[in-house]
T-cell receptor, first 116, second 116 residues
């Protein structure tokens, strides 16, 4: 399968704990996006990377959130000191600019986070 | 800021019938892309159809077609010959190409149920 993959698929944690999610984009897709989707809502943009550079961050990305893409391939999203309001589906997407489908984002299955 | 509005939280359609999902958006830009994504229950989001704003011709993809009215900022999705597998959340999304980041702005979604 050459699609976007995310790990883990589900994460249950207690309030105050740190969690880390991983996203592996489609090979050769140099843009990678993180979105958050709460129940009954559409996804909301969090941040994106062009290769290893984090080029934009949403106001939704508080100081407790940090994202990395150290080698321009996979990315991690860490949430420190989790709060119940962080409970959501975290989606990753990738795309490759400069092609006829540069604007089409391909999504992973998401990581569902539940904070107790 | 761009906004995307889906005014139908839920819809249902009989199998083999046709249904139209509505989407309106707000932007001051002239160059952008519009998408419909499908999110089946507990499954990942997949692209249904995309439309470039500079193209007057409405996009079609098999049983899926759009009615793109640029002046009215309207982008509806028509599903013909509805199938049980079309049951899903459908999200309309906007991509302001000129901003350079290609981040997507989503509507809140329409839950479509196809009834046998």
């Amino acid at each position: 399968d050459t699609g976007v993959s995310q790990d883990p698929r589900h994460k249950i944690t207690k309030r105050g704990q740190n969690v880390t999610f991983r996203c592996d984009p489609i090979s050769e897709h140099n843009r990678l996006y993180w979105y958050r989707q709460t129940l009954g809502q559409g996804p909301e943009f969090l941040t994106y990377f062009q290769n290893e550079a984090q080029l934009e961050k949403s106001r939704l990305l508080s100081d407790r959130f940090s994202a990395e893409r150290p080698k321009g391939s996979f990315s991690t999203l860490e949430i420190q000191r989790t709060e119940q309001g962080d409970s959501a589906m975290y989606l990753c997407a990738s795309t490759v600019p400069g092609t006829s489908e540069a604007d089409t984002q391909y999504f992973g299955p998401g990581t569902r986070l539940t904070v107790l | 800021a761009q906004t995307v509005t889906q005014s139908q939280p839920e819809m249902s359609v009989q199998e083999a019938e046709t249904v139209t999902l509505s989407c309106t958006y707000d932007t001051s830009e002239s160059n952008y892309y519009l998408f419909w994504y499908k999110q089946p229950p507990s499954r990942q989001m997949i692209l249904v159809i995309r439309q470039e704003a500079y193209k007057q011709q409405n996009a079609t993809e098999n049983r899926f077609s759009v009615n793109f009215q640029k002046a009215a900022k309207s982008f509806s999705l028509k599903i013909s010959d509805s199938q049980l597998g079309d049951t899903a959340m459908y999200f309309c999304a906007f991509d302001q190409t000129g901003a350079g980041s290609y981040q997507l702005t989503f509507g809140k979604g329409t839950k479509l149920s196809v009834i046998p």
